[in-house]
């Protein structure tokens, strides 16, 4: 379950819910995994409000980031070709994954 949070953070949807939920989870059995909860609940609020206080500039380059890791990982996925062929795009073939090819 973390790990599954771990790789959703990027994407839009519970990326660090599932990440709090599963270290909860571990929280209920290992110390340490208790001490990281508080740890990484302390980074995640200070983030945002630190992106809280920036400026329209900084929070769109900051989602701008985002959504280019997001069209990486589906292009390299080859999720994006995909998509072209269920909308009749599939001669794009320049939207095909290098290890999908």
Known sequence: MLAAGVVMIPYPGPG?????AGLAILATEFHWAKRLLGFARGKYDAWTHWLGRQSLVV???VLAATGLV???TLYLLNALYLGA???GLGKWTWLQSPFFG
């Open 16 to 20: 660090w819910l599932v990440v709090f």
């Open 59 to 61: 929070r769109l380059a």
């Open 70 to 72: 997001v069209l990486a």
């Open 85 to 87: 062929g269920w909308v």
